[in-house]
């Protein structure tokens, strides 16, 4: 990705291009994000090439963004059983502005403070326009992928990041709500491809519009 460039001739700055060729043909400013130019054939593509946890995880392939997002929407069906497609597609989308911007840890996301925010916030908000989704989501769903993304950090963590246990509780919090039979399923990750990620990544969004 290209950011903002800024062109000096004297005393003048012109500012230079701020948007991203997609694989669709799409130009995505990345400063102010047209929803037009959203595809989830790109967001898909992407999201399946950018590493979790900075690529420090087991395994010969990168546990991409794509799959953590998958599992997010997974454990929120743990959780809620019921919960309604608008919400799983929350839960699957709620990274998606990293397909242009990647996966910053949270440590270094506070670091820069709010001007990382801002365009990510942008980027979402461009992602929600586009798949008819709530900009403010109810505090409800909020919650509810916050704790999912929680769960599945804390799974993540265990068993690909090299995290004890009892470290990664104090960070990411306990997954006592999830059951047994879940817990082992999450306990076993293994990292895919970026083509078999992009492929279900695609194939479960599409369930959820249909």
């Known amino acids: 990705m290209q950011s903002k460039m800024i062109k000096k001739t004297g005393s003048n ?23 037009l130019d959203i595809e989830i054939e790109d967001i ?11 690529g ?20 929120l069906v743990v959780l809620y059983p019921d919960a309604p497609r608008t919400w799983r597609l929350i839960a699957l989308l709620h ?33 929600s326009t586009r798949f008819s989704l709530p900009l403010n989501p109810p505090v409800t769903v909020s919650r509810l992928v916050k704790q999912s993304d929680k769960i599945s950090a804390f ?10 246990e009892d470290e990664a509780r104090k960070l990411f919090g306990s997954p006592d ?4 039979e879940s817990d082992l399923e999450f306990r076993n990750l ?3 491809q970026a083509s078999e990620a992009q492929t279900r990544f695609l194939k479960l969004f599409e369930k959820l519009t249909r």
Do not use: C
């Open 56 to 75: 420090q995880t087991k395994g010969d392939h990168a546990f991409s963004v794509a799959q953590h997002s998958m599992l997010v929407q997974d454990i």
């Open 13 to 35: 700055a012109t500012p230079g291009r701020a948007w991203q060729r997609m694989l669709s043909g799409r130009r995505l400013d990345l400063l102010d994000p047209s929803p």
């Open 177 to 180: 709500s999830i059951s047994m």
């Open 95 to 127: 990274d998606a502005p990293e397909y242009v911007i990647g996966d910053m840890i949270t440590p270094f996301k506070s670091a820069m403070g709010d001007g990382y925010k801002v365009y990510e916030d942008r980027l979402m908000a461009a992602v």
């Open 190 to 192: 293994r990292p895919m």
């Open 155 to 164: 799974y993540e963590a265990v068993s690909l990041a090299g995290f004890e």
């Open 44 to 54: 898909a593509h992407g999201l399946a090439r950018v590493a979790r946890w900075n």
